[in-house]
């Protein structure tokens, strides 16, 4: 009796160690390290609760269990060579395949087990945001929020207090007036009343005492009138400073300042054409297809989360992109945007002439003048630093005379090899005319000929 009670609690102990293992196939997994490798790998295509390119993974285990009972094994192979499981001739694969549009998966074959189990657990369990911080920071913002309205109060109530003290100290003082010059006129003899006779009241009798000086003064009062005028038409058209706010909101420094996004991956014909235009909806699809909110750490004053997200949103209502289902519904909206820079008709600039023959030429010379403010790309010596605008403005004058003085002082790269290639004669001439060792500037190579921009 005894021995079979041992043998029966034993029978137990197994059994509750074995239904323990097994209750969770994924439980051996560290949900952190998951995460991790979950957004190292996964997250271009996949998010936990929506379908991007691929489906949604958050509860992928405990689904797949109950809709095909497979268990972890699969999911094992799937990831590491999804290619060879389809090509095996897996039903669910080939399933899987078909329903996304035959759009491969790529294969992890250097995750291990282990790094397989930690984004499945990650999957299941995705450990718990702490927005404690943020919530701190958001009292905090309604605190000083309360604060300043009190205080914009007791300042409001102030300046009406010190506004009618002042109205009442200025009726006092013009009642004062009034009743000094009663008291003047009173006083006044005969003999002051000549002498104020022969005193000058108005401004025609000032005239005509000294209308040599008042001459003179109506000619400089002329002469600087007409340079204030040729002034002003001088800066016609000229818009330094001007900032737009655009129909979707692009911060430049998000862009190209925090993930350091080349400017000629979306300016592409700066390089090769006559204008850098401005991209098609298509090039922001090519990044925007798969990020479908905004979870940089970086935020611009007054803006949060929401306003970029619904920023993203007006992308795709202008392609006619529909997140939930993947594809492009084929109603686009077309976006107005506010040009910017823009030269006259009579103007002729090609960036492409700049950004290839000048490059190395523009970046030193602008370096050498600004030594506080360094550039590292050619279009920053024009457009100003554009990677830390959040609203894009235009950073310099563009006018003739600030075009010619860049032709004056940017020495040519000689040894730049389109100008070997195109120039190389002309290098020759210059070497004989000025000296091999002379430092030859772009005025010299035609940089100040009228026809050079003007046709």
Same mark, same amino acid.
């Given at each position: 009796?005894?021995?079979?009670?041992?043998?029966?609690?034993?029978?137990?102990?197994?059994?509750?160690?074995?239904?323990?293992?097994?209750?969770?196939?994924?439980?051996?997994?560290?949900?952190?390290?998951?995460?991790?490798?979950?957004?190292?790998?996964?997250?271009?295509?996949?998010?936990?609760?929506?379908?991007?390119?691929?489906?949604?993974?958050?509860?992928?285990?405990?689904?797949?269990?109950?809709?095909?009972?497979?268990?972890?094994?699969?999911?094992?192979?799937?990831?590491?060579?999804?290619?060879?499981?389809?090509?095996?001739?897996?039903?669910?694969?080939?399933?899987?395949?078909?329903?996304?549009?035959?759009?491969?998966?790529?294969?992890?074959?250097?995750?291990?087990?282990?790094?397989?189990?930690?984004?499945?657990?990650?999957?299941?369990?995705?450990?718990?945001?702490?927005?404690?911080?943020?919530?701190?920071?958001?009292?905090?913002?309604?605190?000083?929020?309360?604060?300043?309205?009190?205080?914009?109060?007791?300042?409001?109530?102030?300046?009406?207090?010190?506004?009618?003290?002042?109205?009442?100290?200025?009726?006092?003082? /013009?009642?004062? @007036?009034? *009743?000094?010059?009663?008291? %003047?006129?009173?006083?006044?003899?005969?003999? +002051?009343? $000549? #002498?104020? !006779?022969?005193?000058?009241?108005? /401004?025609?009798? @000032?005239? *005509?005492?000294?209308?040599? %000086?008042?001459?003179?003064?109506?000619?400089? +009062?002329? $002469? #600087?009138? !007409?340079?204030?005028?040729?002034?002003?038409?001088?800066?016609?058209?000229?818009?330094?400073?001007?900032?737009?706010?655009?129909?979707?909101?692009?911060?430049?420094?998000?862009?190209?300042?925090?993930?350091?996004?080349?400017?000629?991956?979306?300016?592409?014909?700066?390089?090769?054409?006559?204008?850098?235009?401005?991209?098609?909806?298509?090039?922001?699809?090519?990044?925007?297809?798969?990020?479908?909110?905004?979870?940089?750490?970086?935020?611009?004053?007054?803006?949060?989360?929401?306003?970029?997200?619904?920023?993203?949103?007006?992308?795709?209502?202008?392609?006619?992109?529909?997140?939930?289902?993947?594809?492009?519904?084929?109603?686009?909206?077309?976006?107005?945007?506010?040009?910017?820079?823009?030269?006259?008709?009579?103007?002729?600039?090609?960036?492409?002439?700049?950004?290839?023959?000048?490059?190395?030429?523009?970046?030193?010379?602008?370096?050498?003048?600004?030594?506080?403010?360094?550039?590292?790309?050619?279009?920053?010596?024009?457009?100003?630093?554009?990677?830390?605008?959040?609203?894009?403005?235009?950073?310099?004058?563009?006018?003739?005379?600030?075009?010619?003085?860049?032709?004056?002082?940017?020495?040519?790269?000689?040894?730049?090899?389109?100008?070997?290639?195109?120039?190389?004669?002309?290098?020759?001439?210059?070497?004989?005319?000025?000296?091999?060792?002379?430092?030859?500037?772009?005025?010299?190579?035609?940089?100040?000929?009228?026809?050079?921009?003007?046709?």
């Amino acid at each position: 009796m005894i021995s079979w009670r041992k043998h029966y609690k034993r029978s137990l102990i197994a059994i509750g160690l074995l239904l323990s293992t097994s209750a969770s196939i994924y439980a051996q997994g560290d949900a952190k390290n998951g995460e991790k490798l979950f957004k190292a790998n996964c997250t271009a295509c996949h998010a936990l609760d929506k379908q991007l390119v691929g489906p949604a993974l958050g509860g992928v285990v405990d689904k797949l269990k109950k809709e095909q009972n497979l268990d972890t094994d699969w999911l094992h192979k799937w990831i590491k060579d999804n290619k060879a499981l389809r090509a095996s001739g897996d039903k669910y694969a080939n399933e899987v395949f078909e329903k996304f549009n035959k759009t491969e998966m790529l294969q992890f074959p250097n995750l291990t087990d282990q790094d397989i189990n930690d984004i499945l657990e990650y999957t299941t369990n995705p450990p718990a945001a702490a927005p404690a911080a943020e919530a701190g920071a958001a009292a905090a913002t309604d605190t000083n929020s309360v604060a300043a309205l009190e205080a914009a109060k007791k300042e409001s109530v102030n300046s009406k207090i010190i506004l009618i003290s002042l109205l009442a100290i200025g009726g006092l003082l /013009l009642w004062l @007036l009034l *009743k000094l010059r009663q008291l %003047v006129k009173l006083q006044e003899s005969e003999e +002051l009343s $000549v #002498l104020n !006779a022969t005193r000058t009241t108005s /401004l025609a009798d @000032l005239y *005509k005492r000294y209308h040599f %000086v008042g001459k003179g003064i109506l000619v400089v +009062l002329g $002469v #600087l009138a !007409a340079y204030g005028i040729w002034n002003w038409m001088m800066w016609i058209g000229v818009y330094k400073g001007y900032k737009p706010e655009q129909p979707i909101h692009f911060s430049h420094k998000i862009h190209a300042g925090e993930n350091k996004i080349d400017c000629q991956l979306c300016h592409s014909s700066a390089k090769y054409g006559k204008v850098s235009e401005i991209p098609s909806m298509n090039v922001c699809m090519n990044c925007h297809r798969t990020i479908s909110e905004y979870n940089g750490k970086y935020m611009e004053p007054g803006k949060d989360k929401s306003f970029y997200d619904g920023e993203i949103q007006k992308i795709y209502a202008a392609t006619g992109w529909d997140p939930a289902k993947q594809q492009y519904t084929g109603k686009t909206q077309p976006v107005e945007w506010t040009r910017i820079h823009n030269m006259p008709d009579f103007v002729y600039f090609n960036h492409s002439q700049h950004v290839v023959a000048g490059e190395q030429a523009i970046i030193t010379s602008y370096n050498k003048k600004n030594p506080e403010a360094k550039i590292d790309v050619v279009c920053k010596a024009c457009h100003g630093q554009v990677d830390t605008m959040n609203v894009v403005h235009m950073a310099n004058d563009f006018t003739m005379g600030w075009c010619i003085e860049c032709h004056r002082t940017t020495e040519v790269d000689m040894n730049n090899g389109y100008n070997k290639e195109y120039f190389k004669n002309l290098h020759e001439k210059l070497k004989k005319q000025y000296g091999s060792g002379t430092k030859i500037t772009v005025d010299a190579i035609g940089g100040l000929e009228c026809g050079k921009c003007h046709y």
